[in-house]
């Protein structure tokens, strides 16, 4: 029965279509990503572009510091304070920061207040280094202040708090610094995968329906097996394939990478991305955890829309259903007074698979002294809802009338 059900699958144009159209996006955008990229050359007073800009940013990264201690962030801002320019001018832009590129904006963040959407260029003319700059002290007091803050939709709890600091006291430090652009692309394209979840919903919205659809469910359910081998296999080949195709769009965007630029970056902190994550990971560990997430969900949906496609028994409608849980509530808006809508618009599919976001926002779900990181109750939630799917599909296809 699963060689049958592949074949269907494969047979059906519109899921080649797909299918097709699905890697050649993950294609072009790893080779947008590649060749788009572009790195100032100070020597040369010039920008560098494709492979080229990604090697350059690496020697430049490894030429600065190899870890970003206080004594390195006191003296990299008592020489930016020593031009006495405004860092949001030109000048100061062509004169500063440029030459600094990357570690002037992650140590210029680092200063800036959580929840600003910009960073604040200014804050390292506003350090006092009088006791030094206290950079990583400065981190956790940056964290605090923000958990303490008052908040229209609701405030952290005192266990949150306790959780949340905890954690970020337990990351690596000081923090090993060097070239990350091509792994902070990695994570990107991982990702743009969520786009293979629309090649899902199409190949997947009719295992079911097409039975109805053909008369031939009325049939399969009288036989000795219909019940139960025929369901199992329709799971069974649902997942295989879901899991198998997104694993290979992975592939088309990371394997061109590691030919052409390697995978260098993979062993730094993800506070690289923003100091104030309090994981202690990885950044090549947050880049697998992702795709994992990926993968979870894909599945996910993949087994609601079979229960779809079989309760609605039409291919139209589980179709439209599967789009509309992927598409809807990307445009859902966060509520400035309802803490609870938040935390459940967190969890939607387009939100829970953004990697930065998941990491940097210290999303929390409390019960009690109990807290529950925004990460695991992603992997909780899409667990619990797999399983429920694959308890109902049973159910709902065997009641033909």
């Known amino acids: 029965m699963m060689r049958y059900e592949w074949k269907k699958i494969f047979e059906r144009r519109l899921n080649v ?3 097709v159209l699905g890697y050649l996006l993950m294609g072009s955008v790893v080779y947008s990503y590649i060749s788009q990229e572009r790195f100032y050359d100070a020597a040369k007073d010039s920008y560098a572009e494709g492979p080229e800009a990604y090697r350059m940013e690496l020697e430049m990264a ?21 031009f006495g320019m405004d860092l949001e001018s030109d000048e100061a832009y062509t004169e500063v920061i440029r030459p600094l590129d990357d570690m002037f904006y992650f140590v210029a963040k680092s200063y800036t207040d959580m929840g600003e959407p910009y960073t604040d260029r200014n804050a390292l003319n506003k350090v006092d280094l009088k006791n030094g700059a206290r950079f990583y002290e400065q981190r956790i007091e940056k964290i605090t202040h923000f958990l303490n803050m008052d908040f229209s939709y609701g405030n952290y709890s005192e266990a949150e708090k306790t959780y949340w600091i905890s954690m970020a006291k337990r990351t690596n430090i000081p923090f090993r610094w060097g070239g990350k652009a091509v792994m902070s692309n990695v994570g990107d394209l991982i990702f743009v995968g969520l786009y293979l979840w629309f090649v899902v919903v199409i190949c997947v919205s009719s295992v079911f329906s097409s039975e109805y659809e053909s008369g031939a469910a009325y049939l399969l359910l009288t036989t000795k097996y219909g019940k139960d081998r025929l369901v199992r296999s329709k799971i069974e080949v649902s997942v295989l394939f879901t899991i198998g195709y997104l694993t290979v769009g992975a592939l088309i965007a990371i394997v061109p990478t590691i030919l052409i630029l390697g995978l260098p970056g993979a062993d730094l902190p993800v506070q690289l991305w923003d100091s104030v994550i309090p994981y202690n990971i990885t950044i090549g560990q947050t880049c697998l955890g992702a795709f994992g997430l990926i993968l979870l969900i894909g599945v996910t949906i993949a087994l609601v829309l079979l229960c779809c496609s079989a309760g609605f028994r039409s291919s139209m409608t589980a179709l439209v259903i599967g789009v509309a849980v992927i598409i809807a509530p990307m445009f859902f808006p966060m509520s400035k007074e309802s803490g609870l809508w938040n935390h459940i618009n967190y969890l939607f599919p387009g939100r829970a698979c953004n990697l930065k976001e998941v990491m940097s926002s210290y999303v929390s779900y409390a019960f009690g002294n109990v807290v529950i990181s925004y990460a695991e109750m992603i992997v909780i939630v899409y667990m619990v809802v797999s399983v429920a799917a694959l308890m109902l599909i049973r159910r709902v296809f065997v009641r033909v009338k």
Do not use: F, S
Not at 68 to 79: A, C, K, N
């Open 62 to 82: 490894q030429g600065q510091t190899d870890v970003i201690t206080e004594e390195y962030v006191t003296e990299l801002i008592r020489d930016i304070q020593n």
């Open 17 to 19: 279509i797909a299918m």
